[in-house]
C-alpha cells in the first residue's frame, strides 16, 4: 500500500531520472526502478553504510539503479 502511495505520488514515467534520498535498504528504489525502466535512470542515496551495501544487493537486478553512499 505504502509503495502504491508513493509511486503514485511521484508519477515515474518510463525514462525518467529519480533520486531516492534517505533511500534504506532499496525498498521504494527498487519500485521507482521498474518504473522508471531500462531508458531511467534511479540513484539511492543512503548515509548508512550497512544499509546502503543491503541496498545495492537487492538493486543488483536493476543494473539502472545505483546506490551512494
Do not use: Q, S
Request: aromatic letters at 4%; a negative charge.
Amino acid at each position: 500500500l505504502l509503495v502504491d502511495a508513493v509511486l503514485a505520488a511521484a508519477g515515474v514515467r518510463p525514462g525518467d531520472r529519480v533520486l531516492d534520498l534517505y533511500c534504506g535498504v532499496g525498498l521504494f528504489t527498487a519500485f521507482l526502478a521498474e518504473a522508471a525502466g531500462p531508458a531511467g535512470r534511479v540513484v539511492g542515496i543512503e548515509g548508512d553504510r550497512t544499509a546502503a551495501e543491503h541496498a545495492g544487493r537487492n538493486l543488483a537486478a536493476h543494473p539502472h539503479a545505483e546506490v551512494v553512499r
